[in-house]
C-alpha cells in the first residue's frame, strides 16, 4: 500500500483531470495508472492486482491514496457529455474493464506501456467503446464493484 502511497495519487488534493478533450483526459488519466504502477513495481501491481479480489481493498486503494487512474472519474465522463464527446448513455464500463488491465498485462509481460501505446489503446479501443453509448450491463473490474462471475467451475473438463 506504501507503495500506491507514494505514487501521484498520493497528493491529498490531486488536481483534478481536465484538459479540455476526452482523449487528453484519457490519456491523463492513464498517464497517472502508469504512475501508479511504476511507483512501486511489482509491489503496486500486486497490490493492485489483489484489489480486482477485493472490492473493498479497491475502495480503500481509491480513498487513501487518491485517484489512481483505474477508474473513469464522473468528472471526466460528465466534462466529455457537457462537451458533446460522450453521449449521456456513456458507460465507464470500457475504461475500468479495459485500462489498468491491459496495463498490467503488458507489464507482466515486460511489453511496452509508453506514451505511443498508451494513445492507441486511447485511439483506437477506449474512445470508441465509449461513445458507442452501448449500457454493458456490468460494472468493470477497477469500479470497486466488479460483476461477480457466474460461471461454476465442472470438476472435470477433460473426457474421460
Given at each position: 500500500m506504501a507503495a500506491i502511497k507514494?505514487?501521484?495519487?498520493?497528493?491529498?488534493?490531486?488536481?483534478?483531470?481536465?484538459t479540455g478533450s476526452l482523449r487528453g483526459d484519457l490519456l491523463a488519466l492513464l498517464e497517472r495508472l502508469e504512475s501508479t504502477m511504476d511507483a512501486g513495481e511489482p509491489v503496486s501491481l500486486a497490490i493492485m492486482q489483489?484489489?480486482?479480489?477485493?472490492?473493498?481493498?479497491?475502495?480503500?486503494i481509491e480513498a487513501s491514496a487518491g485517484p489512481t487512474g483505474a477508474r473513469l472519474t464522473e468528472a471526466v465522463r460528465?466534462?466529455?457529455?457537457?462537451?458533446?464527446?460522450?453521449?449521456?448513455?456513456a458507460d465507464p464500463f470500457a475504461y475500468e474493464e479495459i485500462a489498468a488491465a491491459t496495463l498490467i498485462?503488458?507489464?507482466?509481460?515486460?511489453?511496452?506501456?509508453?506514451?505511443?501505446?498508451?494513445?492507441?489503446?486511447?485511439?483506437?479501443?477506449?474512445?470508441?467503446?465509449?461513445?458507442?453509448?452501448?449500457?454493458?450491463?456490468?460494472?468493470g473490474i477497477f469500479s470497486g464493484?466488479?460483476?461477480?462471475?457466474?460461471?461454476?467451475?465442472?470438476?472435470?473438463?477433460?473426457p474421460r
Open positions: 507514494a505514487g501521484p495519487a498520493a497528493q491529498n488534493n490531486p488536481e483534478p483531470i481536465d489483489a484489489g480486482l479480489r477485493d472490492p473493498e481493498l479497491c475502495e480503500f460528465q466534462a466529455a457529455i457537457a462537451r458533446g464527446e460522450l453521449p449521456e448513455s498485462i503488458r507489464k507482466l509481460n515486460g511489453l511496452s506501456t509508453d506514451a505511443s501505446y498508451r494513445a492507441a489503446l486511447v485511439d483506437a479501443v477506449l474512445i470508441p467503446a465509449l461513445r458507442s453509448g452501448i449500457p454493458a450491463g456490468q460494472h464493484s466488479p460483476t461477480p462471475s457466474t460461471h461454476r467451475p465442472t470438476e472435470s473438463r477433460t
